[in-house]
C-alpha cells in the first residue's frame, strides 16, 4: 500500500481536532511530513508534538516541499484559493476545508490550476460522507416522489462542545499584517463576486459560506439543485429560505444561539416514505449520524432509526480522499460541485436585497 507524504496548511481547530489526530491513526496510507502556519508558537507546538521537522510559516514554500503527494488546505478561508491553487500547480493533490474558495473566478482558476496538471481535488464537505447519508442516498431512490424537504441547522457555540472534550491549543502571535490581509481580501472578494452590497449582506455571505455550505451542499446531493428561491429573510446571524423544486418546495432554517446543543438534519417526505438524516456536533468525532425511514404499508406505519457505524465521517472522507489519489477515482466533492453552492449563495443573497 502506498503511503501519501501530506502537507498541512493551518493548524488551529479543524486541524488539531480533526484532521492531524485522524492522519495519524491511518499511518498506514499517510505520512504527515510538513506543517505550515502564521502563528509560530502553534506551529512550534504541532511540530514537536507530530515530530515533524519541516515546519513553514509560508504556504508558498511548503507546496514546493518535492516530496510531498497531498496538501491539506484548512486556513482561513480567504486564503483557500491562493494555497490550493498554488499547490495544484506543484502537482500535489489537494483537500480544502470548506468553503472551497469565496468566488466564482477562484473556482474556476483552482479548475484550471488542477486540469493543468492532472491533480484530484476535493472539497471538505465531510457531512456528504456520513454513511447515514450515503445510505439516504440510496433510499431516495425508492421515493416515487418528493412532497416536501426540510433542511434544518439550529446550533450553539462551537465552543461548547470543543472546551468539554478538546484541549486546543491557541497561541496570542499572529502577526497583524495576516489578520489585515485577510480583512481586505475578504472585502474584495465579496466586491467581486457580489458587488456594492450592504454590510449586513456581507455577513451572510459569510455565514452561507461557512455554516450554511454543509446543509446545502448535502442538500442539493440528495434532491438536486433548486429551480429558484421563492423566499428568503434574515435577521442577526439567522436564515429562513423557500426553494422551488420541480413538483416540490423545501424550506431550510438555520438559526445560532447560546444553547448547547446540536440539531441539524435534512428530512424528505414522499408519498407514502419519509426519510430523515440527523447530524451531530462533528467536533465530538464518533457521536453517530442517523437515518429515521418511517413508511406505511397497507396499514402499518413502520419507523426505523439507523446507525450504519460509530465510524466519522470525517475518517471516512479521508480514507475516500486515498481512494481518489491512489485509484484515480472521480470525486463527488469536486471544484465543478462545489460552483454550484456558489451559486446557491448568489440567489440567497439576491432574494435577500
Not at 152 to 167: C, E, K, L, M, T
Not at 298 to 323: A, M, S, W
Amino acid at each position: 500500500m502506498k503511503k501519501l507524504k501530506a502537507g498541512i496548511i493551518g493548524l488551529g481547530e479543524v486541524a488539531q481536532i480533526i484532521h492531524l489526530p485522524i492522519l495519524e491513526s491511518l499511518d498506514d496510507k499517510f505520512e504527515v511530513a510538513a506543517l505550515c502556519d502564521v502563528s509560530p508558537g502553534l506551529l512550534n507546538w504541532a511540530g514537536e508534538h507530530y515530530r515533524i521537522k519541516n515546519l513553514y510559516d509560508d504556504a508558498g514554500a511548503l507546496v514546493q516541499q518535492a516530496d510531498l503527494d497531498v496538501v491539506f488546505v484548512l486556513n482561513s478561508n480567504e486564503f483557500h484559493a491562493e494555497n490550493a491553487i498554488a499547490a495544484a500547480l506543484q502537482g500535489k493533490h489537494v483537500l480544502v476545508e470548506k468553503p472551497m474558495v469565496l468566488t466564482t473566478a477562484d473556482a474556476d482558476a483552482l479548475i484550471a490550476a488542477k486540469n493543468k496538471t492532472g491533480v484530484q481535488v476535493i472539497v471538505g464537505y465531510m457531512r456528504r460522507f456520513a454513511p447515514a447519508f450515503t445510505q439516504a442516498v440510496e433510499e431516495m431512490k425508492s421515493l416515487e416522489q418528493i412532497n416536501y424537504a426540510k433542511i434544518r441547522a439550529v446550533i450553539g457555540p462551537n465552543r461548547f462542545f470543543i472546551s468539554q472534550s478538546s484541549n486546543v491549543r491557541r497561541f496570542d502571535d499572529i502577526p497583524s499584517a495576516a489578520n489585515e490581509k485577510r480583512q481586505e481580501l475578504f472585502q474584495q472578494m465579496i466586491k467581486q463576486e457580489l458587488g456594492d452590497i450592504p454590510p449586513i449582506l456581507k455577513n451572510v455571505y459569510n455565514v452561507l459560506c461557512g455554516l450554511c455550505c454543509h446543509d446545502l451542499s448535502a442538500m442539493r446531493e440528495l434532491i438536486g439543485m433548486p429551480r429558484r428561491v421563492v423566499s428568503a429573510s434574515q435577521w442577526g446571524y439567522s436564515l429562513l429560505v423557500t426553494f422551488e423544486y420541480e413538483n416540490f418546495h423545501a424550506t431550510y432554517e438555520m438559526v445560532t444561539d447560546a444553547n448547547g446543543r446540536f440539531d441539524a438534519h435534512i428530512e424528505v417526505f414522499g408519498q407514502t416514505k419519509q426519510l430523515k438524516v440527523q447530524y451531530n456536533t462533528p467536533y465530538i468525532r464518533h457521536l453517530p449520524t442517523t437515518l429515521t425511514i418511517g413508511e406505511t404499508a397497507n396499514e402499518e406505519f413502520k419507523e426505523t432509526v439507523i446507525r450504519p457505524t460509530f465510524t466519522d465521517p470525517y475518517t471516512v472522507e479521508l480514507e475516500y480522499f486515498y481512494d481518489v489519489v491512489t485509484r484515480g477515482l472521480t470525486p463527488k466533492t469536486s471544484p465543478e460541485d462545489y460552483k454550484q453552492d456558489l451559486a446557491l449563495f448568489k440567489m440567497i443573497i439576491e432574494a435577500l436585497q
